[in-house]
Every structure is written in structure tokens, then in C-alpha cells.
């Protein structure tokens, strides 16, 4: 028959030689192992790859433009939409402005009625404003607004005050 060594129940009082536990097997009283930890290039992935999950759900829930900052609310303006206010612009200077969105006509946030869409036009073209000449009548307070990538064309809004 096979012999069997059990442990004493007090780790404190030597053992004979031949009877020691084997190692890596906790000893009542004995502190528990510290479980492994991960690396920090495990963490970093781990931050990482939950920062990129959040960015494709958000992605897929509010649209790409939206979580990146890129959204043009003006996009899709046509002739009789109205526009909230823009920042004030002094002079005939070009300015960049951002906020730009399409509001209800009756509502008290529409300062600009579109008179006038210009499509495909170049970062020139709109500097000069031609295009849009055909939509304002005479002594008539007028804006331009227009979204344009550099090198690219786009658009340009003709826009007067809403009245």
C-alpha cells in the first residue's frame, strides 16, 4: 500500500526532512499568491480598443460627421429654408464661421432667409460672389454663405434677412 504524507496542521512546527509540502501548494495560514497582473502593453490595448469601440458605436448611432465634428447642418438648405444667426461679420471680408443650421421659417431663431443655392462652386468663385448677383434685387441687404474645401468646389447659400 502505498503511503500517504499529510501536512501538519501547524506550518510553524518543523517538518522532517522528506515531508515538506510541494511548493506552489498554499500552506494553511500562508498569505494567498498575488494573482498575475497584466502587462502594461496588455492595458494600453485594453484602453485602446475600448476607445475605438466607443468611437464606431457612436459612429453607427449618430453618424460619422457627428463624432468626428465635421457635421454641415447647412447641407442640405435650398431656396426658402431659413438659417439661425451666423456670428457677425464686419466688412465684404470673408470670415469663417461655424453653427451655420436650417431652422424653421416662423421660429424666432431664423435671421436669414436662402434666396438662392449655387452649386459646384470654387473657393474664388465665392470670394467674388457673382453667382449669386441673380437672386438679390437692388439696394437689398444680402449675405453669402458657402462651404468649400480648400482646392475642392461646394456650395454657396444666397442668403437676405428674414423678414
Known amino acids: ?94 470670415e469663417e464661421v461655424d453653427g451655420g443650421k436650417v431652422v424653421d421659417c416662423a421660429s424666432a431663431e431664423a435671421t436669414y432667409k436662402v434666396v438662392g443655392r449655387v452649386e459646384d462652386q470654387t473657393e474664388e468663385q465665392a470670394k467674388s460672389g457673382e453667382a449669386c448677383d441673380q437672386y438679390f434685387q437692388e439696394n437689398e441687404e444680402y449675405y453669402i454663405f458657402s462651404n468649400i474645401t480648400p482646392g475642392k468646389t461646394g456650395y454657396l447659400l444666397c442668403l437676405t434677412t428674414n423678414s
Open 1 to 94: 500500500m502505498p503511503e500517504q504524507v499529510v501536512p501538519p496542521a501547524n506550518p510553524d512546527v518543523p517538518q522532517p526532512a522528506g515531508m515538506q509540502p510541494p511548493t506552489g501548494v498554499p500552506q494553511a495560514g500562508a498569505p494567498a499568491p498575488e494573482p498575475a497582473r497584466k502587462s502594461g502593453r496588455k492595458k494600453v490595448f485594453g484602453i485602446v480598443g475600448a476607445i475605438v469601440a466607443f468611437l464606431v458605436v457612436a459612429g453607427l448611432k449618430f453618424g460619422l460627421g457627428a463624432v468626428l465634428g465635421g457635421t454641415d447642418e447647412t447641407a442640405e438648405a435650398k431656396a426658402g429654408d431659413c438659417i439661425a444667426e451666423l456670428p457677425a461679420t464686419i466688412g465684404e471680408e470673408l
